[in-house]
């Protein structure tokens, strides 16, 4: 079966600190894969999502990267962290060949920028 | 572009209450439609599906129908419990899902009672 992992679980980091959050997912070949934000409320955001290795599509401007150096492992960066960088961050992966959509997700890190 | 409408809530109910939360989708063609559930300090968890009309999609006690006619895929309970509190989201993913994407709705926050 299909594992989804992040780390970490949480992180406090002051304001223009770098960032670096890793998703990682098992069992499976060629997932889709996405980041997610959820910041003081329910709302998601989708910030980025990838393909396949090096194929990265974002969809917010700001100071956030993504980076996906192998197939199953999915990294959102930053090198100076903001306020308002502070929420709930979800990683999600999808099948990449096959008839289904539903996205799964990870536990979640939560990020407060101090 | 494709959105999805949900009631916002907060929706307060007693144990063993029926539970409705409305949900109505615009998009062409007939889209995949989804349930997400997140409890609070988790990721979302796939709480059921339908991918073609009249489809009934159920987990946990939950259902809920896709009609194309009304473009909608409300959620519904017969009898909530107190572990049922959470942040329920409905979705979609594009007819052949060929965007990669699943549009959110908002989210509604449920409390059960005891």
């Known amino acids: 079966s299909q594992t989804i992992h992040q780390w970490p679980a949480t992180l406090v980091q002051p304001v223009g600190s770098p960032l670096s959050l890793e998703c990682t997912v098992e069992g499976t070949s060629n997932p889709n894969l996405y980041w997610y934000r959820q910041a003081a409320g329910r709302g998601l955001q989708l910030l980025f999502y990838?393909?396949?290795?090096?194929?990265i599509s974002s969809e917010v401007p700001q100071n956030l990267s993504a980076s996906r150096p192998q197939d199953r492992q999915f990294i959102l960066s930053s090198k100076k962290l903001l306020l308002s960088d502070s929420g709930f961050y979800l990683c999600a992966w999808r099948a990449g060949s096959s008839g289904t959509y539903e996205q799964y997700f990870g536990p979640g890190t939560r990020l407060t920028v101090t | 572009g494709d959105s999805v409408t949900q009631m916002e809530g907060p929706v307060t109910l007693s144990e063993e209450a029926f539970l409705t939360i409305n949900c109505t989708y615009t998009a062409t063609g007939y889209p995949s439609l989804f349930w997400y559930v997140q409890y609070p300090g988790e990721g979302l968890q796939l709480l059921l599906k339908a991918t073609k009309a009249d489809d009934k999609g159920s987990n946990k006690g939950f259902e809920a129908t896709y009609r194309k006619e009304t473009t909608s895929f409300h959620l519904e309970k017969g009898s909530v419990q107190v572990s049922d509190s959470a942040v329920y989201f409905c979705a979609l993913s594009p007819q052949g899902g060929s965007n990669y994407k699943l549009t959110f709705g908002k989210g509604t926050l449920l409390t059960v009672n005891p």
């Open positions: 990838s393909v396949g290795i090096g194929q």
